[in-house]
């Protein structure tokens, strides 16, 4: 296997990295609305928390091929002829996940609707199992799938016709700032 397709371990730890930049927001997100008693503001809020994540790392696959996580890590996702993806390739990637954050998102409003504050503790607590299980396969799935192929290519990738590859080195240590920037000299 080449080494700009070893990216395993640079996968898992841009994730780390992405999952702590996010996590704040989440704590926030909820720490309001556990506590929030209008109907209404409770389905905003959970809404933006069920979405928040993919859009995340759709806009910055999309714009750069690489969420900040990524840029610490030096890997990128590109398409088969190792050019930048954009935002098609970027929400197919993100399909299985679009798909649980809808799932989610719906019975969090069915919640709400039900007099349950999807953002509580008890709101949390009614996940239906089915569903938490669904996502576990999914990325039990997605790691099996990623170490049996020579380039390292998760279903997701094999989805949207991508795969993740090495980046080299910046010599400029702001790169990774100016590229969030959207400097087009970066």
């Excluded at 928390?49 to 590109?78: E, N, P």
């Amino acid at each position: 296997m080449e080494t700009k397709y070893r990216t395993f371990w640079r996968r898992y730890w841009a994730a780390v990295i992405d999952s702590c930049l996010l996590a704040p927001f989440a704590v926030v997100l909820i720490a309001i609305g556990s506590q929030e008693t209008s109907q209404t503001v409770q389905i905003i809020l959970h809404l933006i928390g069920s979405f928040f994540g993919v859009a995340y790392s759709v806009f910055l696959h999309g714009r750069f091929g690489q969420t900040l996580g990524k840029m610490v890590t030096r890997i990128k996702v590109v398409d088969l002829a190792e050019q930048p993806i954009g935002l098609r390739p970027a929400l197919w990637r993100d399909g299985p996940t679009i798909f649980f954050s809808m799932s989610t998102a719906f019975l969090g409003t069915v919640a709400a609707i039900d007099g349950v504050n999807p953002m509580s503790f008890d709101g949390i607590a009614a996940t239906p199992p089915i569903l938490v299980f669904a996502n576990l396969f999914w990325i039990l799935a997605e790691f099996v799938t990623m170490l049996t192929n020579k380039r390292r290519r998760a279903i997701h990738d094999w989805i949207a016709g991508t795969l993740v590859v090495r980046t080299k080195p910046s010599t400029n240590p702001a790169a990774g700032i100016i590229a969030v920037a959207g400097n087009p000299a970066g």
